[in-house]
């Protein structure tokens, strides 16, 4: 990793361009959000924010160039949200260059949106689902019959009022 960010107000050594390797979520900042990443700069550990870094590591990259060639090739897509329609999961399957088949799935909401945003500009279909529980999806199916019912009234009531000639 390498710091994109002038980060000096946590330590001098801190500053654009330092290196440093991403060791997961250990800091509070990290485990609690999915926005930053615990990096250990030999000098000290920090949560940095994603936005702040620049990796550098050529394994993860290469992984990442070949994932962007199998979005072209991407089907079975699904984009997994929560009742209140955050995202929960993102998987879907492609075929490599040499033919086997390989699945992708990320719970990471950044990755995922990032891949989601790529895959709808290639104007991938992806199937929405919504993880709820019984209670959830009735709840949810009478609000939406409710508010097709409203508009279907209001439809009505506006044809009335302005009849055609």
Request: positive net charge.
């Given at each position: 990793m390498k710091l994109t960010d002038d980060l000096t107000k946590y330590h001098e050594k801190l500053v654009i361009g330092t290196e440093g390797n991403a060791i997961g979520v250990f800091g509070p900042y990290s485990r609690g959000n999915d926005m930053f990443i615990t990096?250990?700069?030999?000098?000290?550990?920090?949560?940095?924010?994603?936005?702040?870094?620049?990796?550098?590591?050529?394994?993860?990259?290469?992984?990442?160039?070949?994932?962007?060639?199998?979005?072209?090739?991407?089907?079975?897509?699904?984009?997994?949200?929560?009742?209140?329609?955050?995202?929960?999961?993102l998987k879907f399957n492609y075929k490599d260059e040499k033919g086997a088949e390989v699945r992708f799935e990320t719970w990471t909401k950044n990755e995922g949106l990032e891949v989601l945003k790529s895959l709808e500009e290639?104007?991938?279909?992806?199937?929405?689902?919504?993880?709820?529980?019984?209670?959830?999806?009735?709840?949810?199916?009478?609000?939406?019959?409710?508010?097709?019912?409203?508009?279907?009234?209001?439809?009505?009531?506006?044809?009335?009022?302005?009849?055609?000639?």
């Open positions: 990096v250990d700069f030999k000098f000290k550990q920090l949560d940095v924010n994603w936005s702040g870094l620049e990796i550098i590591d050529e394994k993860y990259l290469a992984g990442k160039r070949k994932l962007n060639k199998g979005l072209k090739k991407a089907k079975d897509i699904v984009l997994t949200v929560g009742p209140a329609g955050g995202f929960q999961n290639l104007g991938k279909k992806i199937k929405k689902d919504i993880n709820e529980t019984d209670v959830q999806k009735q709840r949810r199916l009478e609000r939406e019959a409710k508010k097709k019912a409203t508009e279907k009234k209001k439809a009505a009531k506006k044809k009335k009022e302005n009849p055609k000639p």
